[in-house]
């Protein structure tokens, strides 16, 4: 039977490690990446693994690169701090692992779990990702915060069972993690050199807001799914926002 390796990237991740752990405890190795947690983020991952490694944050993609470098199993199951592994993804990939020649990766479907309930609709779910990967020859790629697994080679599969995610705390939590993830986006459109423009930043949130809401059927998630419109529309404008908020003080003149 091939080994799989767990790979977690984490900071201060008191109040999720220990269950995301627990969840991923099947596994025949954990690798944790912390990247200066001042809380009980390390201790609780030591109850686990040895393998708790320091690394200072070099943003999402070059940590799971890391991660990925440091786990020695045929399989990686590539999770967050705030994601589990259920009982039926573990199930089903126990069961794949027998047939694994000839494929380099699987999509999980990741359900979260949002202001008391769990989302159906408005593009989270099914949210497909590639979290389960062949090591040899893996990497991580993407655009910050956001990242995606790339096999060497070998067909992908999908696994029907979920990958549960508890993405916020609370409405603040999100707002919280919006504000910081536009931030890394916007330095990013910095870097490429992207343009502004307001018809975008109008066009995007707008049709944003429709896509999710209506389109992808976000009301049948009732009061959730108009939040999650809403707050999405928001994130897609705040990153247009800081992006030209930057370009000014950029262009701004020097006072004497």
């Known amino acids: 039977m091939p080994r799989v390796s767990a790979i977690i ?8 490690i220990r269950e995301c752990l627990q969840s991923v405890a099947w596994c025949d190795e ?7 947690s001042t809380d009980k983020t390390v201790p609780i991952a030591k109850e686990f693994t040895p393998k ?10 070059d940590q799971i690169n890391y991660a990925l470098s440091q786990a020695t199993g045929d399989w990686v199951l590539c999770v967050d701090a705030d994601e589990r592994c259920s009982t039926g993804l573990k199930d089903a990939l126990q069961k794949f692992l027998p047939r694994s020649d000839g494929i380099g990766g699987v999509d999980l479907k990741r ?4 202001l008391g309930r769990w989302i159906d609709h408005g593009g989270w779910y099914p949210d497909w990702k590639l ?11 993407g655009h910050e915060p956001h990242y995606r697994l790339i096999p060497k080679d ?3 599969e999908k696994v029907d069972a979920d990958l549960l995610h508890f993405t916020y705390d609370d409405f603040k939590d999100h707002l919280r993690t919006l504000d ?5 986006v916007s330095d990013e459109w910095m870097k490429e050199g992207r343009s502004f423009g307001y018809l975008r930043a109008i066009f995007h949130s707008y049709f944003k807001f429709l896509g999710c ?16 419109a809403a707050t999405s529309s928001f994130y897609i404008f705040s990153k247009y926002v800081k992006q030209k908020e930057k370009l000014d003080k950029h262009e701004r003149p020097h006072s004497f």
Request: hydrophobic fraction near 40%; include cysteine; aromatic fraction near 18%.
């Open 9 to 16: 990237i984490c900071k201060n991740e008191e109040p999720h």
């Open 30 to 36: 954990i690798v944790v990446v912390d990247s200066g």
């Open 52 to 61: 708790v490694l320091h690394r200072d944050w070099t943003g999402f993609i």
């Open 111 to 114: 359900h979260t779990w949002y």
């Open 131 to 141: 979290r389960f990967i062949r090591r040899d020859g893996a990497r991580c790629e």
């Open 154 to 156: 070998g067909r992908v």
């Open 180 to 184: 910081r993830y536009s931030d890394v």
């Open 213 to 228: 809401y209506f389109w992808k059927l976000g009301f049948l998630d009732g009061w959730a799914g108009l939040v999650i």
